[in-house]
């Protein structure tokens, strides 16, 4: 086993006390460094820089080298597992992500394959260099979609605000439904073993559309898949971060998995005795407190750091918007470095 | 006091029991009717039809006499209160609304005017058509956007996922802030009191991005001047529905007034815990259950007739989407009317 010069993060989510609390933002590669976006412009779009894997480690440990981050997260998109299922999309500047096809039929479903971990040997390609060029400072997280955010986006075709093509289709075609879940559930138990056996350390399962559905839809089409993967992933530690899920906080602190992520809406106390006190919490400062005065941000911080108590692994409850000052997330991160609890 | 044909949603409001439950639909004037968008294409935009009271009374009835809920919604927009305020905006097809200036410094809050209702007079005058029209056969609903909603929208410009500028404002600025949203706030008691003189049996607040707030920022910048709003208006219930608001459900069952809605993600026998007894509740099918098959749609409503029992309006848990069928609505609204509770 490896040796870390700084294992924290991994030490928190083995359950131990220590020293202070580990701290790493969602979308901390990529986005609000300028060092990123100087590597950005070279290449043609972002799923080139996606796809390179020296580029793409590169910008994975920017955020280690310039914000001190505890922990680094590969850079890529949870979009590569439709790709490699054969959907493939593409990102339109402002926009967002676009499949020129979508699933419609069940023929559609049936043409898909279920993807190998070899289907993404860019990203664990990317994930080799990221390891060997961190030289032990600190652990590196995996991750990939929930299948019911995998979903979403192979029906709807695009973001939207409501995911009523998605949501329909599941309406519409329950059986259906369940065959594609499977599908994506297979081709991401493969990928997240890949990533692991490539050099991961943890896993985050991200759920970014948790909250558009019924609190029933969600128990069916969404929690029972993350079960799936959470059993399947017993080599190391796995996260779920499912954005929204306010409804389902007692049922996500029964899923086999280590940790749990909160967004910034989810009350601190209340998510922990809905949670249970095993898991630990990470999250989950609102995104937009990086743009109040250094005094404010301070505040809400400790804020923050105070009503989670230990079990902890500090994070935004979003990605970091886009137009974030650095200097607030060095200060965010020195804030939590420098925290004692009471 | 006027008699009306079928009064059955003011008596529930009322709290009486009544012989069935009432129905009406969010955005149900507009949007899915054929009808509506005949007349709207003989029109420049939306915001002429807005504009024109004795088109809007006509869109206003048109759900009442092809769809057969048991009350009217005035048809307008949310946004005219900007407008009134000295802040005027357009409606992009398919893009949303956009404000050509936004609200940024003190100087700009300090520029806008307190809206009165007379500024507003075609909204009053519609009202006013729409109750002459209706012959006393359902009652009228008016309504407002809540203050944080408003308010939202004038420093961010247009819709946005994230609000992350009107968010950014709030933390940077706190006391402008508050100053924009009590002007706001007086405009809109302004406004919902020109609607009950014009001849609104009811009001409805809608905070429709209550959701993207953290529960401490919903308590300071938007529940407060909710409860404003509800203890100037006295003439007549008054219902509050502020989406994605799980966080908030017992202070808003604190509130002074009638009426709660619940969007479809916020479990009914919950949210009737911590709302308390007194309220009536309002909603809360997934919208995307019009999607369904005649089978599951209903079925799904029965769920939710059942999981409710009394003191219920029956109402999606958000407004009606532009593609749904009408035929799926009356089939929505016959099921809630031949339905008898257990």
């Known amino acids: 086993m490896e040796k870390l010069d700084n294992d924290l993060f991994l030490r928190t989510l083995q359950g131990q ?18 060092e990123y976006r100087a590597i950005r412009e070279n290449l043609k779009d972002f799923i ?21 981050v505890d922990a680094a997260i590969i850079f890529s998109d949870i979009l590569v597992i439709p790709e490699a299922m054969g959907l493939p999309y ?10 020129p096809k979508t699933i419609q039929t069940e023929k559609d479903i049936q043409n898909l394959r279920i993807a190998q971990a070899d289907d993404l040997d860019y990203v664990l390609k990317a994930i080799e260099v990221t390891k060997k060029e961190l030289k032990n400072r600190v652990p590196l997280i995996g991750f990939a979609g929930a299948p019911w955010t995998i979903f979403a986006y192979m029906i709807e075709g695009s973001g939207s605000k409501t995911f009523s093509k998605a949501k329909a289709f599941l309406y519409q075609n329950p059986a259906l439904s ?13 990928y997240l073993k890949g990533q692991i056996k490539a050099g991961a ?37 796995v996260i779920v971060f499912a954005k ?23 009350d601190i106390k209340e998510s922990r005795n809905l949670i249970g006190k095993e898991k630990i919490l990470q999250g989950n400062l609102d995104p937009c407190a990086l743009y109040a005065s ?20 500090v994070n935004l409850g979003h990605g970091v918007y886009p137009d974030i000052q650095p200097e607030k997330v060095k200060l965010f991160i ?5 925290y004692r609890q009471k």
Chains 1, 2 share one sequence.
């Open 90 to 99: 593409e990102m339109q500047e402002k926009k967002g992500p676009n499949f």
């Open 294 to 313: 250094d005094e404010v941000l301070v505040a809400e911080t400790k804020k923050m750091l105070d009503d989670f108590g230990d079990k902890h692994i």
């Open 178 to 190: 369940e065959k594609l879940l499977e599908k994506i559930t297979q081709s991401t138990i493969n």
């Open 17 to 34: 006390k220590t020293e202070r609390k580990p701290v790493w933002l969602m979308r901390q590669a990529g986005r609000i460094l300028p």
């Open 334 to 338: 020195e804030t939590v470095k420098n």
């Open 244 to 266: 929204g899920a306010f409804f389902a906080r007692q049922e996500l602190g029964n899923l086999p998995c280590t940790a749990i992520g909160l967004d910034w809406t989810m």
């Open 201 to 237: 350390n943890t896993v985050q399962i991200f759920d970014s559309w948790a909250g558009i559905l019924s609190p029933t839809q969600y128990h069916h089409f969404s929690l029972k898949y993350i079960r799936y993967i959470c059993e399947a992933i017993t080599e190391v530690p």
């Open 48 to 68: 080139e820089l996606v796809k390179t894997p020296e580029r793409a480690a590169e910008v994975t440990i920017q955020p280690v080298d310039i914000l001190k």
